[in-house]
């Protein structure tokens, strides 16, 4: 911090407005019910603390503005891809990765770890701190980049663009190859053996609202993300601190495991995650025709802030955070409800593959009102349903499309099947017995 009073009170007015835009930024991602921001910007107050403490707060603005923009950015547009591939109906895959770990593996390492450590489907010690690690990559890898900065400055510029060219090719794939997980592939389309989706149980249990700031987009598993950072850490780890790259590696493996473990991710995804890492890193710390850019940025960022310097980066990041906050607008409320699939999906991942093909075309024609096309699919369909919450919902949409095809006796018989009602299906079943009633005294 610098001890002239009035560079002092230059570099107060700037926390302070930083501040300000910070608090300002929040409250219009609350006020548009987008929460994604919660995985790691809600750490960058304690940022400019230590920054402050370190007596490099204008450095700090300089050096992390625009990267901490361009987070916000990626985050915005990682559930603004979602919105994307559900309006213009893009193709969703599945089944490629499904065949890959098989031919790679000879099976499912998911399904393998589960059976052998979740056999008793019972959450304890072990599954709790997994789905810890798995939470900890949307911050630790800002805690790194702090590191790095405090001790190697010259060398945080080659960080940010190995990060940033990590995010941009990442959020890329998820619009090219959107890819469904394997706890949805087992849960929900039933194209495996059950697979427990361990994390969200955690989450609906100790923080139930949470789900809405992981969930942004539930069909980016193709490259796994989680494996790209700790995998560009741990090779930053070893290139600028030597044998503590060791800890990062042990870091590195824990999450792969967890990920693997929790049924986040295919082993796969885990391995196109590492590539797209070592990429990031070969363009940032060997490709020679950006090293002469990289070395003079870091030569800047290891040196004193130059009057002037905060203009260009500041003006960058409020263009980035404009951006985020209107793509955030157009996602938010529109990345919740989970996967449903098209028409196309089912025939291309599901005919011939799943017994939930018929329910998935039941529940496409039950949004169209066209219930009597839904009514037989969801009768041939419930009995191999493997999800009871699933199968508590089909036998719903088949009462109501009994219901609406005069079909009051399946409609009744459905929803005492049922057993606990909500009101509205309760108003429905006595307007079916009602309906029932009337031929009867016609004779």
Same mark, same amino acid.
């Given at each position: 911090m610098s001890s002239n009073p009035q560079e002092l009170r230059r570099e107060q007015a700037? /926390?302070?407005?930083?501040?300000?835009?910070?608090?300002?930024?929040?409250?219009?991602? /609350?006020?548009?019910?987008? /929460?994604? *921001?919660? @995985?790691?910007?809600?750490?960058?107050?304690?940022?400019?603390?230590?920054?402050?403490?370190?007596?490099?707060?204008?450095?700090?603005?300089?050096?992390?503005?625009? *990267?901490?923009?361009?987070i916000l950015l990626f985050d915005?547009?990682?559930?603004?891809?979602?919105?994307?591939? @559900?309006?213009? =109906?893009?193709?969703?895959?599945?089944?490629?990765?499904?065949?890959?770990? @098989?031919?790679?593996?000879?099976?499912?390492?998911?399904?393998?770890?589960?059976?052998?450590? /979740?056999?008793?489907?019972?959450?304890?010690?072990?599954e709790r701190a997994l789905v810890?690690? #798995?939470?900890? #990559?949307?911050?630790f890898f800002l805690g790194f980049g702090m590191l790095v900065w405090l001790f190697r400055p010259q060398w945080f510029p080659r960080l940010t663009l190995s990060f940033i060219l990590v995010m941009g090719v990442g959020i890329t794939a998820y619009l090219l190859v959107p890819t469904v997980p394997p706890w949805m592939a087992s849960a929900q389309f039933q194209m495996l053996p059950e697979i427990t989706h361990i994390s969200?149980?955690?989450?609906?249990?100790?923080?139930?609202?949470?789900?809405?700031?992981?969930?942004?987009?539930?069909?980016?598993?193709?490259?796994s993300l989680h494996a790209a950072f700790p995998t560009l850490m741990t090779l930053l780890c070893f290139r600028l601190f030597g044998k503590w790259g060791l800890l990062m590696l042990g870091y590195f493996a824990t999450v792969v495991f967890a990920i693997v473990y929790l049924g986040e991710h295919y082993v796969v995804d885990v391995l196109a995650g590492v590539v797209l890492a070592l990429v990031g890193y070969l363009v940032a710390f060997e490709w020679?025709?950006?090293?002469?850019?990289?070395?003079?940025?870091?030569?800047?960022?290891?040196?004193?802030?130059?009057?002037?310097?905060?203009?260009?980066p500041l003006v960058l990041t409020a263009i980035l955070l404009t951006l985020a906050v209107g793509l955030g607008g157009v996602a938010a409320g529109r990345t919740t409800g989970g996967f449903l699939p098209d028409q196309? *999906?089912?025939? @291309? =991942?599901?005919?011939?593959?799943?017994?939930?093909?018929d329910y998935f075309r039941a529940v496409l024609a039950h949004s169209e009102r066209d219930f009597r096309t839904a009514q037989p699919l969801l009768a041939r369909a419930i009995p191999d349903i493997r999800d009871s919450t699933m199968r508590r919902?089909?036998?719903?949409?088949?009462?109501?499309?009994? *219901? #609406?095809n005069g079909d009051f006796a399946a409609s009744v018989r459905v929803l005492?099947?049922?057993?606990?009602?909500?009101?509205?299906?309760?108003?429905?079943?006595?307007?079916?017995?009602?309906?029932?009633?009337?031929?009867?005294?016609?004779?």
């Open positions: 700037i /926390f302070a407005g930083l501040a300000t835009t910070y608090a300002v930024a929040l409250g219009v991602f /609350f006020a548009l019910g987008n /929460f994604g *921001f919660v @995985r790691n910007t809600l750490v960058i107050p304690s940022f400019f603390i230590v920054a402050a403490l370190a007596g490099r707060f204008r450095a700090f603005v300089r050096d992390w503005s625009v *990267f901490l923009g361009c915005s547009c990682r559930g603004l891809i979602y919105v994307a591939i @559900r309006r213009l =109906e893009l193709p969703v895959y599945m089944g490629y990765v499904i065949d890959a770990e @098989r031919a790679v593996f000879g099976g499912l390492p998911t399904l393998s770890l589960q059976r052998h450590l /979740f056999a008793d489907s019972q959450i304890g010690a072990m810890a690690v #798995h939470a900890s #990559h949307f911050v969200s149980q955690i989450y609906n249990v100790s923080l139930p609202t949470i789900s809405r700031t992981f969930d942004t987009n539930p069909i980016a598993a193709m490259p020679q025709r950006v090293k002469s850019r990289l070395d003079q940025a870091g030569q800047i960022a290891a040196g004193p802030v130059a009057p002037g310097a905060l203009v260009r196309g *999906f089912i025939a @291309r =991942e599901l005919d011939g593959k799943s017994p939930v093909a919902r089909a036998q719903i949409q088949l009462a109501e499309s009994a *219901f #609406h005492e099947e049922l057993g606990r009602l909500s009101p509205r299906l309760v108003e429905m079943q006595a307007q079916a017995k009602a309906g029932l009633a009337r031929p009867a005294v016609a004779r």
